[in-house]
């Protein structure tokens, strides 16, 4: 990010020089490319180039909030969509803290967020990618065929402008290639997935993904479903972040001063096993959603949830913490232009511990492997903390894995289950998702089945 | 939005390198969402969506490419980004020569929602907030969302299709939270149909958020829900989202002819129990899911997927039909101009069984009644999927007792799907949904009579 001269940089700018007297304006204006490559029994199913831009527009005005946002950079479209913005204004309630962020000092920690060789890289080299993902991966196992084999990448500019001295723009580009796999004994069909991703498609492993596809796909053959019980859950990391995921909207100062939150009130508390420790650090290049600033235009910065089970805090945006009488902790997240600011967590991390996967399951007496959950969303509530989801993977009987298991669940409540944590496992992986991967060790879930 | 003629030059250079089929999809929506939360409108939204997606076939290879820009000459840069997949080409001038088709008008509209003032949208918050909390004490938060759309759409293709559309819609949702000694519980309502502001002259918003209050507050009292294989009895309306997972995916041509479906090769067979007759209906006016045309110009249709317990078709899109040289079945539908259409569901039912639902509950010993589900999800290939109890009691002695708390139900669709043992006469759509297929979200509706499945896996905690 920079808080230099470029085109959108300019239309926000233009914007918010337009702000009348009591008026708060911020202009947040994007643009992208996008590349879709689908690949199906080696040939291309379907190629998909496509720009966008757009442009959101928030102004407040007396403690109330206007917005609104158009698909288009287009002059006469901006007119309109800043005077809809005022419009909607006198429809809010007004709301003392309502506000912008302003400048608050706190440095940037830059990130390589563009990637020249990504920018440079030849479609037909794209399609080649793709087309040889599927050709390793059905190649990998003769049970096993793919769906699709896709390469996806895009690149985007924004610029934020506000008249609190908010001014900062950036580009940054990502791709990834992923598998979907499909796989048969008899009657039964099986299926799994595997992907890699990279700041360039030089960094693709794409031996890893295709066995990955394979594997998931065929472990689950024969698989049965268990009996119902009480069982000790290793989770690979892959379901661990997702975890992380569900754990992060009690952390939400939002949720938390709207009373939503199983957190609330709790800071200096413990709440989870000490041997669990979590952080929110965006400036960790290492993360897959590693990044400079926030959805306001401050500085992301490394915070502390949970230190040895004990709550440390929350995180915020500007608005949540000056209603909870705090600062912004740098984490307003918003969906592109046509979404407000809202809070939530920007790269989660457990701090991990010292053994492999291997070396945890051998010390489960009896329980299971979670390789995959289903139904995080309609089964899981982080207002509650019930928490039920769908779940395959491979039992462990005395320390040995087992026989592939599916169709079952796994049950218990957040609250329970962060007390419950045994053992964090050493095997951190950087997913492309939200939270870091990392095995982990939980006791008395239940698992229900037959 | 755009001219017959501008229509037919760009179809005519989307296939100047080549190609079988060409098609322009343009959309023009305005929308307007209101949030209220902890007591105060948050803020009122306006947005407006308007560009056009072109793809162009060649044999098994689709290219598409998608722009804002509404003019001839961006059209025309975007169908041959679009034709760059017809490398081979050098087809030459082709002329494509457009036929309106008749307007297919299925959802009818009173009040459109830019004929309504901010204030009364607005206020439907503000009645809903106050209602859900005058159930007492025990409500500690209430969220409201009011939302509107208006999206025109256009559809011409190099088959000489040129089809119009519009699509109104309205949805309401209520979200509470209560809280009691042993922490907090939720409840939730939504109202959303294909038609104008009238909906909520329609129905009672008030008696919708003191539901979801009650909701929330009877949960206080839950306890957890029993874990194993047992028999359960859905409620009507509750959420056709079952079918809409268990087997209605796997009906999606495209998944079929990939061979990721149980459901393949499977016409003609029996899949389910005989009580069951499943439809995806289109035309069904004013639900959630309902559409004049798909959003590949289609009409919509009335489809019956399985007759008695016997499948008897799939769903399909223009792909899919084309190449297995079947008929449309207006199930070819797209998020928005920026995504290429699939096989999608409208709105998914089963029709009514003879029996009483107060029946069913009575000659059940022992199970678990629910009374609202929430979202779902399923593996098409291998048939498993999951779907949330949201409200759900304990059957014991033929009767409802405890409130249980929340968890997923799991199952393999086929297995269920031959485990309904009962069906009941009391027919009723369900709440709005947005059903999410390899990226792209889409409105959908689902509805079912009062039934009970002999066996499902509940993921709860307790013995």
């Known amino acids: 990010m920079s808080s230099g001269s470029s085109q959108l940089q300019d239309i926000a700018d233009r914007v918010i020089a337009q702000a009348a007297r009591g008026e708060q304006v911020e202009a947040y204006v994007a643009r992208g490319v996008e590349t879709d490559i689908r690949i199906y029994e080696g040939e291309v199913e379907h190629f998909v180039s496509a720009q966008s831009e757009g442009i959101g527009i928030r102004v407040i005005k007396d403690g109330r909030t206007g917005f609104a946002y158009a698909g288009t950079l287009d002059e006469s479209a901006i007119a309109s969509v800043l005077a809809q913005a005022r ?11 309502a506000g912008l962020a302003e400048p608050d000092g706190v440095a940037v920690v830059p990130q390589e967020l563009w990637n020249e060789a990504l920018a440079a890289y030849p479609t037909a080299d794209k399609i080649a990618l793709a087309k040889e993902l599927e050709r390793l991966t059905a190649a990998s196992d003769p049970r096993v065929r793919v769906d699709d084999a896709n390469y996806s990448d895009g690149a985007g500019e924004t610029a934020v402008a506000t008249t609190t001295g908010i001014r900062v723009n950036g580009r940054e580009n990502a791709c990834y290639v992923s598998v979907s796999t499909l796989a048969d004994d008899g009657d039964e069909t099986q299926t799994g997935f595997g992907f890699s991703v990279g700041r360039s498609p030089h960094e693709f492993d794409l031996a890893k993904a295709a066995r990955e596809a394979a594997d998931r796909a065929t ?72 990044t400079d600033i926030d959805g306001e235009g401050l500085a992301a910065r490394r915070n502390s949830l949970i230190e040895a089970g004990v709550l440390q805090g929350f995180v915020h945006s500007s608005y949540s913490a000056r209603r909870a009488g705090t600062v912004s902790t740098g984490n307003s997240v918003r969906g592109g232009f046509k979404g407000t600011p809202g809070v939530g967590c920007l790269a989660m991390q457990l701090k991990p511990g010292a053994r492999t996967q291997a070396e945890l399951v051998a010390d489960v007496e009896d329980g299971v492997l979670i390789q995959m959950v289903q139904g995080l969303h309609s089964g899981v509530n982080p207002i509650s903390g019930d928490f039920s989801t769908g779940a395959s993977g491979l039992l462990i009987s005395r320390g040995q894995l087992g026989a592939p298991v599916r169709e079952f669940t796994i049950a218990s409540t957040l609250q329970r289950m962060l007390h419950d944590i045994v053992e964090v496992g050493g095997d951190v992986d950087w997913l492309p998702s939200m939270a870091a991967g990392v095995s982990l060790v939980i006791a008395d879930v239940t698992m229900s089945g037959a | 939005m755009i001219e017959h003629e501008v229509l037919e030059r760009v179809l005519a250079t989307a296939l100047r390198k080549g190609g079988d089929f060409a098609e322009v999809y343009a959309e023009d929506k305005s929308s307007t969402s209101a949030g209220l939360d902890d007591g105060r409108v948050e803020q009122v939204s306006s947005g407006r969506d308007r560009g056009a997606g072109i793809r162009v076939v060649v044999g098994e290879t689709t290219g598409f490419a998608y722009t804002a820009d509404l003019s001839e000459a961006g059209l025309r840069a975007a169908a041959e980004a679009a034709s760059a997949v017809a490398s081979q080409g050098g087809a030459g001038t082709r002329v494509v020569s457009l036929t309106r088709s008749p307007a297919h008008v ?76 042993a922490g907090m519980q939720t409840g939730f309502e939504s109202l959303g149909h294909t038609v104008g502001f009238e909906l909520f002259d329609q ?54 002819s990939k061979g990721a479906s149980v459901y393949r090769g499977k016409v003609g067979e029996l899949v389910a129990s005989p009580l069951v007759t499943l439809v995806d209906d289109g035309t069904m006016a004013g639900e959630w899911g309902a559409i004049g045309i798909d959003d590949e110009g289609h009409p919509s249709q009335h489809n019956v997927l399985i007759q008695d317990g016997v499948l008897t078709d799939y769903m399909w899109d223009h792909l899919r039909a084309r190449k297995e040289g079947h008929a449309h079945s207006g199930n070819g539908r797209r998020q928005s101009y920026m995504h290429l259409p699939m096989v999608r569901m409208t709105n998914t039912y089963v029709l009514n069984g003879t029996e009483n639902a107060e029946d069913i509950i009575r000659d059940t010993p022992y199970g678990v009644y629910v009374a609202k589900l929430g979202g779902g999800s399923v593996n098409t290939a291998s048939g498993d999927f999951v779907f949330g109890m949201t409200e759900a009691y304990l059957i014991e002695n033929g009767e409802l007792t405890d409130p249980l708390r929340e968890g997923n139900l799991i199952g393999n669709g086929p297995q269920v799907l031959r485990d309904i043992d009962a069906l009941a006469n009391d027919f009723a759509m369900g709440n709005p949904g947005t059903c999410g297929k390899d990226g792209q979200g889409v409105p959908v509706g689902d509805g079912q009579p009062t039934l009970r499945v002999k066996s499902m896996t509940i993921g709860g905690t307790a013995a």
């Open chain 1, 219 to 290: 472990r689950l053959l024969g698989a049965i479903k268990p009996p119902s019980k009480r069982v000790t859950v290793v989770l690979d990391p892959y379901v661990t972040a997702q975890f992380l995921g569900v754990i992060s909207s009690a952390l939400n100062g939002e949720n938390v001063i709207k009373g939503r939150s199983l957190f609330a009130n709790r800071v200096g508390e413990s709440v989870a096993s000490p041997l669990f420790t979590l952080i929110d650090d965006p400036t960790n290049s290492k993360a897959y959603t590693a």
């Open chain 2, 106 to 181: 299925v959802n009818r509209i009173e009040i459109y929602p830019d004929t309504v003032g901010k204030a009364a949208k607005v206020s439907l918050l503000q009645r809903v907030d106050e209602a859900a909390r005058s159930m007492g004490g025990a409500i500690g938060q209430v969220s409201a969302g009011y939302a509107d759309s208006r999206k025109r759409i256009i559809v011409a293709n190099s088959d000489g299709l040129l089809a119009e559309d519009e699509q109104v819609r309205h949805i309401l949702r209520i979200s509470v939270v209560a809280n009691g000694d």
């Open chain 2, 203 to 256: 129905h009672d918003v008030e008696e919708l958020a003191r539901t979801a209050a009650r909701q929330a507050i009877t949960k206080l009292r839950a306890r957890p829900a029993p874990s194993g294989a047992i028999p359960v009895v859905i409620k009507a309306g509750s959420g056709g989202v079952l079918f809409h997972e268990a087997c209605g995916h796997g009906l999606e041509a495209d998944l079929v």
């Open chain 1, 87 to 97: 419009d909607n204004v006198a429809f809010g309630t007004p709301d003392e803290w």
